[in-house]
T-cell receptor, first 110, second 113 residues
Framework: AQRVTQPEKLLSVFKGAPVELKCNYS??????LFWYVQYSRQRLQLLLR??SRESIKGFTADLNKGETSFHLKKPFAQEEDSAMYYC????????????FGDGTTLTVKP | DGGITQSPKYLFRKEGQNVTLSCEQN?????MYWYRQDPGQGLRLIYY???????QKGDIAEGYSVSREKKESFPLTVTSAQKNPTAFYLC????????????FGPGTRLTVT
């Protein structure tokens, strides 16, 4: 079975402060991990994926297989980062089956 | 936006009635997905289809049915057997190229009374 846990439902930081959204997963094989974001009144969209190892909008995420984590980080939060963030997993077996976490609502205060 | 559409945006039904939610995509994607989104519970996978005329159950398929007769379309039927059908339903599509990036529709909010 595959499982994704986002322990924080709500996260609030001040503008300019560092932010970390936590994601832990459970999967026995080699997972593909992603962060999706949903801004107010917009569709859910891909933010970044671990295989590309890229930084999008200043966010990065490192896959830590030892700790089974894929935390999303940004050194200096901006007000426009306020949104709902979902961590998602695809397994290397049972291809096509995706699992999303419950989401974290990030609020960046001015 | 565009590429993947869902209709209608809001849907109201009486208890005991089946209802079909539409999902269409013009992205030439092979794979399509249906999720249910409830407050505090994130997205839960109902059904997914990797190719025309084939689909698999997700984590919460009971009370739902789908068809995939065309590449562009993946309608979801919420049957009277679904005990808690009131929810926000999201459709998504993706290429079958191991990128796994999903493109989401705007969603349909179904209310059953």
């Amino acid at each position: 079975a595959q499982r994704v846990t986002q322990p924080e439902k709500l996260l609030s930081v001040f503008k300019g402060a560092p932010v970390e959204l936590k994601c832990n997963y459970s999967y026995s094989g080699s997972p593909e991990l992603f962060w999706y974001v949903q801004y107010s009144r917009q569709r859910l969209q891909l933010l970044l994926r671990h295989i590309s190892r890229e930084s999008i909008k200043g966010f990065t995420a490192d896959l830590n297989k030892g700790e089974t984590s894929f935390h999303l980080k940004k050194p200096f939060a901006q007000e426009e980062d306020s949104a709902m963030y979902y961590c998602a997993l695809w397994g290397d077996t049972n291809a096509g089956k995706s699992t999303f976490g419950d989401g974290t609502t990030l609020t960046v205060k001015p | 936006d565009g590429g993947i559409t869902q209709s209608p945006k809001y849907l109201f039904r009486k208890e005991g009635q089946n209802v079909t939610l539409s999902c269409e995509q013009n992205l030439n994607h092979d794979a399509m997905y249906w999720y249910r989104q409830d407050p505090g519970q994130g997205l839960r996978l109902i059904y997914y289809s990797q190719i025309v005329n084939d689909f698999q159950k997700g984590d919460i398929a009971e009370g739902y049915s789908v068809s995939r007769e065309k590449k562009e379309s993946f309608p979801l039927t919420v049957t009277s057997a679904q005990k808690n059908p009131t929810a926000f339903y999201l459709c998504a599509s993706s290429k079958q190229d191991n990128s796994y990036e999903q493109y989401f529709g705007p969603g349909t909010r179904l209310t059953v009374t």
